[in-house]
């Protein structure tokens, strides 16, 4: 198994739990936390889930496409279009992190209402804008898939 593949699998077993926590964390919002947070703190709360949310189908698509690009014959081009599968693989990593620190600190933030974990969402929201960019940059560079 390539590299690529194997990191697509990490990125897409991430998802997976992300997106099993990003529904929990949602229906905890709904039903837990409605009625025992401010509201302010329970917009907070939601934010961090709806960013969440987005970044893992992001986080999908990061490892779908490592999964189904294989690396080319040996050629010139086929070292263009690992350059761009490595590409989104650090988009993939991107985003984890940003979900960590951006939806993380958020739901810290909410829950605690701690003011410290309020400066580590702008490092996690630009882990996004990050990732996107790399993402964006990247997926010019893959080869056709032919399924």
């Given at each position: ?72 014959s040996a ?73």
């Open positions: 198994m390539s590299i690529s593949k194997c990191r697509g699998q990490k990125i897409l077993a991430f998802a997976g739990f992300s997106g099993l926590v990003t529904v929990a964390l949602g229906a905890f919002a709904a039903h837990g936390l409605s009625h025992r947070l401010p509201e302010y703190l329970l917009g907070v709360f939601k934010t961090g889930v709806q960013y969440q949310a987005w970044h893992t189908f992001a986080l999908l698509t990061c490892g779908i496409i490592l999964m189904i690009t294989a690396p080319s050629s010139q081009s086929a070292e263009y279009s690992d350059k761009g599968r490595k590409g989104v693989a650090y988009a993939g990593i991107c985003f984890i992190i940003g979900i960590l620190c951006f939806s993380g600190s958020l739901y810290a933030l909410a829950l605690t209402g701690i003011k410290w974990f309020g400066p580590i969402t702008p490092l996690g929201g630009v882990f996004f804008m990050l990732g996107w960019i790399i993402f964006a940059l990247s997926v010019l560079r893959l080869n056709k898939v032919t399924l």
